[in-house]
């Protein structure tokens, strides 16, 4: 099976002082890799000789971050016969190369690493190195390497018979046309991961050593048929993957605090990194594992014929007697399949020694002989202390949780890093009781932790808890639910407070946990839609949480008028009791974000929403005024056509003390109806004066009285009456005619006559 072959670098065109090509001889996650110098000539060459002649089948390379080059070309290097393995005798071919990426969409903050499958025999390997990509970063036009593997099979003589018989060189007709083919018509079948650049890239070395070690262990212990030891190892080193990974950043960072001469973060570090190793190699029991005293598992094993669905926590070892003979499998009811072919529903109790005597007896087989006490030096299931891979007996049925997949130990590792394995196996167990469970063991551990702790573990703890925290609040199970709701509160109320983590982690808590209480209460069940709510109202009152203005402006997002209505009813809900609550002063409510999330609420298709959000903007526009009308239609009677927006302006119109135009227009009637009615009575009174006259009408006229006044005469000293002057009026005219007034207007029916003389 193809392996990693060691090789050193031998030659290289140029190198830069503080990034040496012999970085590439070891994998670690503090190697620090190739850099050529500063402004160097392209392309660069660089050589790596094998420790002995060997057949590569993967070649992997990876590259700077932003000293990327362009393309890279490799040549397979080889010596004639009868020849000293030497850089100047050898020979090179050509195998190909391949283009790299200038690594813009990452933000050069990622390494690219490239796996090219081979199939090439020699000693050398040779990698052309051409110009590099032009960024920001790269000043000097440099290019890097970080690592560089090479994985094959080692061979003492390619030319040599006796090893052609196991070599699985295919001679395929077709590598002659094309030697380029070789690679893909050769391609192993299989290459451990363990080999793999990634595995030893960010794995500690020491670790990386144990884990290859157990790795053969478990497939010794497969061969050799001990699967519940197997099991036990495969868990143990998908434990150590996570172990390794944590001790390789904490190595960077102890490496960092030396560059910086921070020697007492230097120190501390590895204080911390000696007693997490010692702490997880005690917990794993390694010793055990390694079987460094020999192995404790003797063959052959009497298995008992019992079915079980898990492994028992412990291996019960049968007393040494002659293994009884294989016995035939007996017939089921219908006579067609055999008993081991059926489907075995699901155990509902654990067998006891006596039925599977009785079972053994039915069989026509010999009853195994009674059982022992497993032995005291008998290693327990790694990660086993609250039975988080067994802890049943009997029969084989476990007490504890299941146990976890590998996207869940992905998705868990931070609460593994934290609070360990079993834990997280609870956590997501099937069984909520597990789960609340482990909810409220963290919040014990968080409760128990002492405010002298480093920051830094206290930080870790918070985050894991708070991942645990999301997924409570997922849970359909209300009590996980409560569970997960006490955990944040006491997280928020307190422990930040406490340990003074300060204001990013308070935000990081509330920015992780929010959006799910907000979706939880639009939920069917109505218990826990009250109690999202309520939690939400409650944590925003919080002085910490409050000073973010986190909880009023993940509340106030705008949601689209199709949003399902009863998770939208609740946030309309959420957002009125908060404006009520907290109203406008520098609490992350303004009058934009509110009358964006009302404007958008009135959209909704549900008439209840509507009127939770009519309700916030006429509260609103008591407090400020004019400026909610910015976020309206504007106020005419196309827009008042709409019985909503006719019945906010009517509103506004109240709250400014005018009168509605519904009321202007009800005034309009009453005064036309008023103004009716008096034309109704003038007109009733004519009517009865007229009817008065026509009565009158019937009696003999009486004759109008008639007033003569002679003018006063003028007094000429001789007496007599005043003549005018004939000048003015001659002898013989005519005597004037008396001037008649015209009578005063009177409904009398008598008419006064005024003459003047």
């Known amino acids: ?107 050069f903050k990622a390494r690219e690493l490239k796996s090219v499958h081979v199939d090439a025999v020699g000693s050398f390997l040779k990698l052309v190195i051409h110009k590099n990509h032009v960024n920001k970063h790269n000043l000097y036009n440099q290019v890097g390497i970080i690592a560089v593997n090479v994985i094959g099979d080692e061979i003492k003589n390619i030319y040599d018979p006796s090893n ?49 070690k157990l790795e053969r262990k478990k497939q010794e212990a497969v061969l050799e048929e001990r699967y519940d030891f197997a099991k036990k190892v495969k868990q143990a080193i998908t ?57 404790k598992h003797p063959q052959p094993v009497t298995i008992e014929p019992v079915r079980q669905q898990t492994p028992p926590p412990k291996l019960e070892r049968l007393e040494k007697t002659p293994t009884p003979p294989p016995l035939p499998p007996p017939e089921s009811r219908s006579g067609k399949l055999p008993y081991d072919e059926r489907p075995l529903p699901a155990l509902k109790k654990t067998q006891s020694p006596r039925d599977v005597e009785d079972e053994a007896e039915g069989s026509g087989s010999p009853p195994p002989t009674a059982r022992q006490p497993p032995p005291a030096e008998s290693p327990p299931p790694p990660l086993d202390e609250s039975g988080g891979t067994g802890g049943g007996t009997g029969g084989g049925i476990t007490e504890g949780p299941e146990e976890m997949s590998e996207k869940d130990l992905r998705e868990a590792s ?68 409560k569970a997960a709701l006490s955990l944040l509160r006491f997280i928020l109320k307190d422990f930040i407070s406490l340990h003074k983590l300060g ?77 009520r609550d907290l109203g406008l002063e520098n609490n992350g409510l303004t009058v934009d974000n509110l009358m964006k999330f009302c404007v958008a609420a009135l959209q909704h298709n549900n008439g209840e929403i509507r009127h939770v959000a009519e309700r916030i903007i006429i509260d609103l526009y008591k407090t400020v005024g004019a400026p909610v009308k910015d976020f309206l239609p504007p106020d005419d009677d196309k827009t008042r056509k709409n019985t909503l927006y006719r019945q906010i302006f009517e509103a506004f119109d109240k709250i400014d003390g005018k009168p509605s135009k519904e009321e202007l227009k009800r005034q309009k009637a009453e005064e036309e109806k008023k103004k009716a009615a008096e034309i109704e009575a003038l007109q009733a009174q004519l009517a009865a004066l007229k009817d008065l006259s026509k009565s009158s009408g019937d009696l003999p006229p009486k004759t109008p009285s008639i007033i003569v006044q002679d003018e006063p005469a003028e007094d000429t000293g001789k007496g007599g009456t005043n003549v005018k002057d004939d000048k003015k009026k001659p002898k013989g005219a005519p005597h004037a005619k008396p001037k008649v007034k015209p009578p005063p207007e009177e409904d009398d029916t008598s008419t006064l006559f005024q003459i003047d003389k």
């Open 1 to 107: 099976m193809p392996g990693k072959l060691e090789f050193r670098v031998v030659h290289v065109s140029g190198q830069d002082d503080g990034f040496k090509a012999t970085e590439l001889n070891t994998h670690s996650p503090t190697t620090k890799g190739w850099q050529s110098s500063r402004f160097c000539l392209y392309p660069q060459d660089m050589v790596l000789q094998l420790d002995k002649k060997s057949r590569m089948r993967k070649l992997q390379i990876l590259v700077h971050q932003y000293n990327i080059a362009t393309k890279i070309e490799f040549y397979v290097g080889d010596v004639p016969e009868d020849t000293p393995v030497t850089l100047q005798n050898a020979r090179y071919t050509r195998l190909g190369y391949v283009c790299m990426s200038d690594n813009e969409k990452t933000g």
């Open 164 to 212: 052609l018989e196991g070599d699985p060189y295919i001679d395929d007709p077709r590598l002659k046309q094309d030697p380029a083919l070789a690679g893909l018509l050769n391609k192993p079948d299989y290459i451990s991961p363990l080999d793999d650049l990634a595995f030893d890239m960010y794995q500690d070395p020491e670790v990386a050593q144990i884990i290859r």
């Open 239 to 295: 434990d150590l993957q996570k172990v390794g990974e944590k001790l390789g950043k904490m190595e960077v960072e102890k490496r960092q605090a030396v560059e910086s001469e921070d020697y007492d973060k230097a120190k501390l570090k590895k204080v911390q990194m000696d007693e997490y190793r010692l702490q997880v190699y005690k917990q794993l029991q390694l010793h055990d594992l390694l079987e460094v005293s020999g192995s």
């Open 414 to 481: 931070i609460l593994i890093d934290v609070f360990g394995q079993p834990l997280a196996a609870k956590a997501y167990s099937k069984t909520w009781s597990f789960r609340e469970d482990a909810i409220n063991s963290v919040q014990k551990e968080l409760r128990d932790l002492p405010t002298s702790s480093p920051k830094e573990e206290t930080r870790n703890m918070l985050r894991a808890a708070i991942f645990l925290v999301q997924r409570g609040i997922k849970d359909k199970v209300q009590a996980v639910f």
């Open 503 to 579: 204001k990013s982690e308070t935000s990081y808590a509330v920015e992780k946990t929010l959006p799910g209480l907000i979706q939880r209460s639009g939920d069917t069940a109505a218990r826990i839609r009250d109690e999202a709510k309520a939690f939400v109202l409650d944590i925003a009152q919080y002085p910490d949480v409050k000073a973010t203005h986190l909880v009023p402006s993940e509340c106030t997002k705008p949601f689209k008028p199709s949003a399902a209505p009863r998770l939208s009813l609740s946030k309309t809900e959420i957002v009125e009791q908060l404006y």
